[in-house]
Every structure is written in C-alpha cells, then in structure tokens.
C-alpha cells in the first residue's frame, strides 16, 4: 500500500492531466469554431457579414455582395457603375436577384437543377463567395470565377449546380457572379451611343462581368485569395468569354 500521501499525489497529477486534456479539447474546439467577427470583412462599399456553411463549418459563405451600382434608372444601358455605399454591416445570407429574363419552367423539365428562382429584378448585379473560413492560415488561395450559363438571356449565379462549398474545402475560393441578360445586357442603338461617354452601346452583360472581375482584383484578398491567380470558368455556351 502507497502512503496517503503518495496516493493524493497520484491522484492530483491524474486530475491535473484530465484537466489538461479537457483544456485542449476545449482549446480545439474554440478554434474550429469561427468568431461572428471573423465573418465580416470590409469591401468596397462597406462591411458584410456572411455564414459557415452548415454542411462544413470550415466553409464561409457570403451570397448577394454588390459590385455595382443597381443598373436602373439613368444607369440603364450603360457601363457598370461604381457600388454606392451602405452604412453599417450588410448581412449576406441570402442569393440577390437574378436578371430579368422571361422563365418559362417547361425548358428546364429535363434540367430542374438549371432553374433560377422568381426572384428577377434589374437590381441584379451581385455576386457570390465560397472561401475558407481559417482564412489567416490559407492566405493566397486560387479564385475560380464562375459565369453562369444560358445564351445570355437566361440564367442566375443561385441555381442548384453553381455551388462553391466542395471547392473552398479544398481551399479554393469560389465565385459566382450576376450579370445583365437579353435586351438589357445586349441592346444597341445609335441613340445610345450618342448617350454614351465612350460613344458606344451594347455589350452591357460582359461589363459587368469585366467589373466583377474588378472587384475580385480589388476584394479577394479580404477572404484570403490571390487577386493575381483567378480562374474564369463557366457554363458551355458561355466559352467565348
């Protein structure tokens, strides 16, 4: 038999390695688990906070970022314009509005997973974020930058198959972006060109998808990423890009 003392001993320096070990479980625990500030970043415009992904807690999601000015109004027709500033913190857990486009939901009978939701608007030019969440120890990351298909007159970035969360996994940011449809990211006219500053017209959609591409340079970095290795990628009828 181990005097009284001893045995205390023992059980001191057992109790002490439990401690110890539940101190690192805990320690572990609060590193997987992503403070509400580390979710918002600052990006033209202002601040955003977005989400861990439910599925993958190591993935951060940020949909409906704006980065332009809603194409409406005087901005109708005309090149991208700068993103006006909101005050306080923007929360982005939501998809924006797809571009107007007509949905006819017989076309996409054999391709449900193709479909855009109703929600269409011309305050459409928003784009969407997959990055991961530890972005301090993942700084750099490859970007894809993904166009999403439909002959430029159909099409959203919120439909089912466009969804970055495997790649950020695998420490790749991803994003997908809005950008104008059919007769409002295509008209041209004479009179528009009188309009215009640069005296041309047309070719609205792929400006916008240039100012995304803008802002990507200008932002990623926030979410980890090199502005300086982005992918471009996109659906099949999109490969002129």
Not at 39 to 54: A, F, N
Not at 72 to 87: H, I, Y
Not at 104 to 132: H, Q
Not at 158 to 169: Q, T, Y
Request: with cysteine; proline share 5%.
């Amino acid at each position: 038999m181990y005097p009284t003392t001893h045995w205390q001993s023992q059980t001191t320096i057992k109790s002490n390695q439990s401690e110890i070990l539940i101190t690192r479980e805990l320690q572990k625990e609060e590193n997987n688990t992503l403070k509400p500030d580390k979710i918002t970043k600052h990006v033209t415009g202002g601040k955003i906070r977005g989400y861990l992904s439910p599925n993958d807690s190591s993935v951060a999601i940020y949909k409906g970022i704006p980065y332009a000015a809603p194409p409406v109004g005087e901005n109708r027709w005309r090149a991208p314009q700068d993103v006006k500033a909101w005050s306080g913190v923007k929360e982005t857990r939501e998809y924006g509005f797809s571009c107007m486009q007509k949905i006819n939901k017989e076309d996409y009978t054999n391709y449900p997973e193709y479909m855009v939701s109703d929600k269409v608007s011309e305050d459409c030019l928003t784009l969407n974020i997959w990055t991961n969440s530890k972005t301090g120890m993942k700084a750099n990351m490859p970007v894809v930058f993904y166009i999403h298909g439909g002959g430029w007159v159909g099409g959203g970035s919120d439909i089912e198959i466009i969804d970055g969360e495997h790649l950020a996994s695998q420490d790749v940011i991803f994003v997908s972006v809005n950008y104008r449809l059919g007769v409002f990211g295509w008209f041209a006219s004479s009179d528009l060109v009188e309009e215009d500053p640069e005296n041309s017209s047309g070719n609205y959609g792929l400006m916008d998808v240039v100012k995304g591409l803008e802002w990507v340079n200008d932002n990623i970095s926030a979410f980890g990423g090199d502005p300086n290795n982005v992918t471009i990628m996109g659906a099949p009828l999109e490969r002129i890009w």
